[in-house]
């Protein structure tokens, strides 16, 4: 019988010593008596690591225990607050709020739509390394990509070297793709459009957990995700979720999560940013919801701007200067501004951020930021840009998807990159399965307030 992965106490053993040392905590000692127990000290690439025993188990977990009462770096600490009103005491001056046009609405269903576009670009080549993803098409000859990925023509030592992500391919190559498949990507957004249309605007971290329960399948979710699920099913409660036996607390599950947020309060960053604290702050802390707080005020910002520029500025304002997040996002500007060719800029974020796993919120970040700067906004250069740089290809394409398709509008989007959609995505969440990309932004559109500026 196979493992549940991502919540097995060695393989969490060992992400944990990498994130506490992040943390500025001593591990040396948890990690010499971990490989003195035979316990693999390095942390799984999957969630796929080491099978352990009742002892190996055991001691995973009193070691996860002694981990967690380690100090922090006080410096670190004071640099990445993770309560709401010490973030925005870091805050320069406050984000003010963008006047509304009148083509908000093409402006949600292009940001809907270029998420679902830039996600499923990314699907096929899920943790296929970047280096990988080039010869794939290099031995195509469709070097630099500028289309949906395709089996046709693909070399089968190539092939055989590099395989399509399995769950992926049969969905998301071009000569496949019938509609928006499911995703994770698409799956949170509309569990947030759910969230709000049930809650309003001032839901709370306890509502999401609820919404999870109640619409979430556990097989949906991933790394802190599963982790904050789990830990809800065994009776703790928000904010404890985040923590309790979570190293992926500062991965990139949260920034995921937060478009709607952003879409639901046009031209309102700081409004945008708050709700993705409070949806963030289940499963994640720090750098990990700091993540959620960039792209939902970008989101808030891209539906109401023509300047990506713009749009990337106002995501920083909402987040602690001094931050490791911030410190990922202006690298990615300073290489997007470069003019460096895209190889060279790729090796920079990499000699950066190549150390950590593929699904860090940090390296992601970066990643992102290099994507929508680079491309000037347009959403085509944008998400093969993303998609190309490696990492989280699926996530990041759908967030720069999101804010290109934001600041495009729907009727300025290509239509190969979402006639294939067929206005369809595909869901195992209640009330969604088959939803049109129409509907979902019509929804949206009716979370905003009345009284908005226009």
């Not at 959403?379 to 998807?401: F, M, P, Q, R």
Request: proline share 6%; with cysteine; charged share 25%.
């Amino acid at each position: 019988m196979s493992r549940l992965t991502w919540v097995q106490a060695p393989d969490l053993l060992a992400h944990e010593l990498v994130a506490s040392a992040d943390d500025g905590k001593d591990v040396a000692d948890v990690r010499r008596r971990w490989e003195a127990a035979g316990g693999q000290p390095d942390a799984p690439a999957s969630g796929v690591g080491q099978e352990g025993d009742d002892e190996l188990d055991r001691l995973a977990l009193e070691l996860l225990d002694e981990l967690a009462a380690l100090p922090r770096d006080p410096s670190l600490a004071e640099r990445e607050p993770d309560d709401l009103a010490a973030i925005e005491a870091t805050w320069p001056t406050p984000p003010g709020r963008t006047m509304v046009g009148d083509d908000l609405d093409d402006r949600i269903l292009g940001a809907w739509s270029g998420r679902a576009a830039g996600c499923l670009l990314g699907k096929p080549v899920e943790k296929i390394p970047r280096h990988g993803i080039r010869e794939i098409l290099q031995s195509q000859g469709r070097w630099p990509l500028r289309d949906w990925f395709t089996a046709v023509g693909l070399p089968d030592d190539v092939a055989a070297r590099w395989p399509w992500n399995r769950r992926s391919a049969p969905t998301s190559l071009a000569e496949n793709i019938d509609g928006m498949p499911e995703d994770d990507d698409l799956n949170f957004a509309m569990l947030a459009l759910d969230l709000h249309e049930r809650h309003g605007s001032g839901f709370t971290t306890q509502d999401v957990a609820d919404s999870w329960l109640a619409s979430l399948p556990a097989g949906r979710v991933f790394t802190a995700e599963r982790i904050a699920y789990r830990n809800l099913l065994l009776g703790e409660s928000p904010p404890r979720t985040a923590t309790r036996h979570n190293p992926f607390r500062e991965w990139i599950g949260a920034q995921i999560r937060a478009d709607v947020h952003g879409w639901a309060h046009p031209g309102d960053p700081a409004a945008a940013a708050r709700a993705a604290w409070v949806d963030a702050r289940l499963s994640h802390v720090r750098n990990g919801v700091y993540g959620a707080m960039f792209v939902a005020a970008m989101c808030a910002q891209a539906v109401v701007s023509d300047d990506v520029d713009e749009v990337v500025e106002t995501g920083l304002c909402v987040l602690p200067p001094r931050s490791r997040y911030v410190e990922a996002i202006r690298l990615g500007v300073e290489v997007g501004r470069s003019g460096l060719p895209t190889d060279e800029a790729l090796d920079r974020l990499y000699a950066a951020y190549g150390h950590l796993h593929w699904v860090h919120v940090l390296n992601n970040a970066a990643l992102v930021a290099y994507a929508l700067t680079a491309g000037e906004g347009d959403l085509e250069a944008g998400i093969c840009t993303v998609v190309t740089g490696g990492w989280d290809t699926d996530s990041n394409g759908a967030t720069v998807g999101s804010v290109c398709g934001a600041l495009a509008g729907r009727r300025r989007i290509a239509e190969r990159w979402v006639a294939p959609l067929r206005n369809r995505v595909a869901s195992s969440l209640p009330g969604f399965d088959g939803v049109g990309l129409d509907e979902l932004a019509d929804r949206t559109l009716a979370l905003v307030p009345r009284e908005v500026p226009a």
